[in-house]
């Protein structure tokens, strides 16, 4: 059978390879940590870092095609893999996606509304941005942020007030973005087929908690014209890309109707996790089938969804949701708990009622 490489093996890579192997493919992990959560569900791994060549030439040796579960996968190593073997989604969603900047670009030139924006190299820059904004923003490092991790929201500040702070965020290229007064968030999971052939789901609305994500409510309850646009935004941004694979497009909805892209990221998205307790086919098999070359699947649900994150000592109440009927639970095996730690999801279903 063929074999699926997938770079990184946090949650999602287990996924991906719990639904690769459901199609019958074997899946070989690259990721530093033997004890990483895919490795008990992968058909083997490789333990070495994400830009060891040694480790890299050994997963174009093993796999058939390549994917990735994580933005930050160093762009060299899939540009050099691409040399070998596909790569999908294209090195080039990487590329785009790892940098705030750049992404918010790629974005607006096609099309695509974006908040306002400004780099910032230093405090005169982070004064300018300020002044132009209104004295208010989300200041963010343009590379490597996730979970709200490298962010700091300003209000109010003077030029006076900035001094230091390109420092105090650790003296490396940094965004400022207005700080966008949305009504809520949410998300289009989407896929491309190797043909071209666009598939969505149902967009769900999504709540953070200190920069992380709580929860995933299925349906959103948007209004028919900002689903049509914010698909048409999900479809047009991977066919800029020549996008193969699942892609997950966070929105802010602001007012009447209107919405504005926060950001992409060229793999599975935790915001559609509850696709594999309420579609026949769920965002990891979509995004094997895609990367495989085989058809992609309806991605029509069967039930409205309630999906929250496990974060944390939260992972102490699983036994607890096994009692709740409609409550289908997914643990990553991590073995350590620590604060702020995505351990685990629950989603809670409430089937569509079936007609005659
Ligand atoms: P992820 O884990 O989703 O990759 P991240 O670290 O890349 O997170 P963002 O998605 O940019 O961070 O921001 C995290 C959250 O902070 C957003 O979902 C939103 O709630 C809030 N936020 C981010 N940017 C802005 C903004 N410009 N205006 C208002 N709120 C924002
Ligand atoms: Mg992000
Ligand atoms: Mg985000």
């Known amino acids: 059978g063929a074999t699926i490489g997938i770079i990184g093996g946090g949650q999602l890579g287990r996924m991906l390879a719990a639904a690769a192997a459901r199609l019958g493919y074997e899946t070989v992990v690259l990721d530093p940590q033997p004890d990483c959560p895919a490795a008990q569900l992968a058909s083997s791994q490789i333990v070495g870092a994400y830009d060891d060549r040694a480790a890299l030439a050994a997963l174009a040796d093993r796999a058939d095609v390549v994917t990735y579960e994580f933005e930050n996968v160093p762009v060299a190593a899939a540009r050099a893999l691409a040399e070998r073997l596909a790569v999908l989604p294209p090195p080039k969603a990487l590329e785009i996606a790892q940098d705030r900047l750049t992404e918010k670009t790629f974005l607006n030139g096609a099309g695509i509304s974006?908040?306002?924006?400004?780099?910032?190299?230093?405090?005169?820059?982070?004064?300018a941005a300020l002044d132009r904004l209104g004295g208010s923003g989300v200041l963010k490092t343009r590379r490597l942020g996730y979970d709200g991790k490298g962010q700091r929201v300003l209000r109010g500040l003077a030029a006076a007030d900035c001094r230091g702070l390109f420092d105090a965020m650790g003296g490396v290229?940094?965004?400022?973005?207005?700080?966008?007064?949305?009504?809520?968030?949410?998300?289009?999971?989407?896929?491309?087929?190797?043909?071209?052939?666009?598939?969505?789901?149902?967009?769900?609305?999504?709540?953070?908690?200190?920069?992380?994500?709580?929860?995933?409510?299925?349906?959103?309850?948007?209004?028919?014209?900002?689903?049509?646009?914010?698909?048409?935004?999900?479809?047009?941004?991977?066919?800029a890309l020549d996008y193969v694979g699942v892609v997950g497009v966070e929105f802010f909805a602001i007012a009447d109707g209107g919405f504005l892209v926060?950001?992409?990221?060229?793999?599975?998205?935790?915001?559609?996790?509850?696709?594999?307790?309420?579609?026949?086919?769920?965002?990891?098999?979509?995004?094997?089938?895609?990367?495989?070359?085989?058809?992609?699947?309806?991605?029509?649900?069967?039930?409205?969804?309630?999906?929250?994150?496990?974060?944390?000592?939260?992972?102490?109440?699983?036994?607890?949701?096994?009692?709740?009927?409609?409550?289908?639970?997914?643990?990553?095996?991590?073995?350590?708990?620590?604060?702020?730690?995505?351990?685990?999801?629950?989603?809670?279903?409430?089937?569509?009622?079936?007609?005659?």
Not at 114 to 127: I, Q
């Open 114 to 127: 974006t908040a306002r924006h400004f780099a910032v190299d230093s405090d005169a820059d982070l004064a």
């Open 173 to 239: 290229p940094l965004i400022l973005e207005q700080l966008v007064d949305f009504s809520f968030e949410f998300s289009v999971i989407a896929a491309r087929g190797a043909d071209g052939t666009g598939h969505a789901y149902d967009p769900p609305r999504n709540e953070h908690r200190n920069g992380i994500l709580r929860r995933s409510i299925v349906p959103a309850g948007l209004d028919p014209s900002t689903l049509a646009g914010a698909r048409k935004a999900a479809f047009a941004l991977m066919d």
């Open 262 to 356: 926060n950001e992409f990221a060229p793999r599975v998205h935790n915001t559609g996790h509850w696709t594999d307790a309420a579609c026949a086919v769920s965002q990891f098999e979509q995004h094997i089938r895609a990367v495989a070359g085989l058809p992609l699947g309806n991605p029509g649900r069967h039930s409205n969804a309630v999906m929250e994150n496990l974060i944390g000592a939260e992972i102490d109440d699983a036994t607890d949701l096994m009692r709740q009927p409609g409550a289908v639970l997914t643990l990553y095996g991590k073995a350590e708990t620590r604060p702020g730690r995505k351990m685990g999801h629950v989603t809670r279903l409430a089937p569509l009622s079936a007609k005659g």
